[in-house]
């Protein structure tokens, strides 16, 4: 079949392993109150989000967080294309026993505060995506890669990782990077600590 001129191409997005970082927080489960010493995170740099994450413990044991900077996947879309994160958004609060949060199009997860136990609050920060062709006026918002959505299912408590690799296959290609860590855009846990967790990751696109 022959390929119209204007065919659609897609841009996609994820962190190169490399460029990967971790930070581990106490939880504090004796937390009450908004007021008091909750645990919070958030990427430190506007162009990253968080790709992994792993707790250990109860609710005063410690949370490690994985993140990094957005690239390009494609061959040389750097080049041609840019992208960009909006300002932070917050969810609402949510009981963390009966927690549930999907990004609304377009964002991903950037960071989470978690109020007390499993019956404290929790609340998720997120950033939109936008992508454009290098001199266009347009941003376009991004979107999840249908072919590259995972769920990663893990013990609350077990100190095991949440978190998907991505391994592009470059014809004769050995730069950009090959391994990429896919983003967080959603989780939900019911329960306490010796529940599972269900994390969700996607490589981003946008159509140029």
Excluded at 61 to 85: C, I, P, Q, R, V
Excluded at 90 to 98: A, D, P, R
Excluded at 130 to 143: A, F, M, N, P, S
Aim: glycine share 8%; hydrophobic share 25%; charged share 30%.
């Amino acid at each position: 079949m022959e390929q119209n001129e204007q065919d659609i191409q897609s841009v996609f997005l994820a962190v190169r392993s490399s460029d990967v970082k971790t930070e581990t927080i106490d939880e504090s489960g004796t937390a009450a109150l908004r007021d008091d010493k909750g645990s919070v995170f958030l990427c430190p740099k506007e162009d990253q989000v968080i790709v992994g994450r792993m707790h250990l413990g109860d609710e005063n044991g410690k949370t490690t967080y994985k993140y990094g900077s957005l690239s390009f996947m494609n061959d040389g879309a750097s080049k041609e294309y840019e992208f960009k994160l909006s300002d932070v958004f917050h969810s609402e609060y949510m009981k963390e026993s009966e927690s549930s949060f999907i990004c609304p199009k377009g964002a991903l997860i950037v960071g989470r505060e978690h109020i007390g136990d499993e019956n404290g609050k929790t609340r998720y920060s997120f950033k939109k995506l936008y992508g454009r062709k290098k001199g266009d006026e347009k941003w376009v918002l991004c979107h999840l890669r249908s072919d590259m959505k995972y769920e990663c299912i893990t013990k609350e408590s077990s100190g095991i990782w949440a978190e998907q690799l991505v391994t592009i296959d470059y014809k004769d290609v050995t730069e950009p990077e090959k391994t990429y860590y896919a983003p967080m855009y959603g989780r939900s846990h019911k329960g306490d600590e010796n529940k599972d967790t269900h994390t969700y990751f996607a490589c981003m696109e946008f159509e140029t």
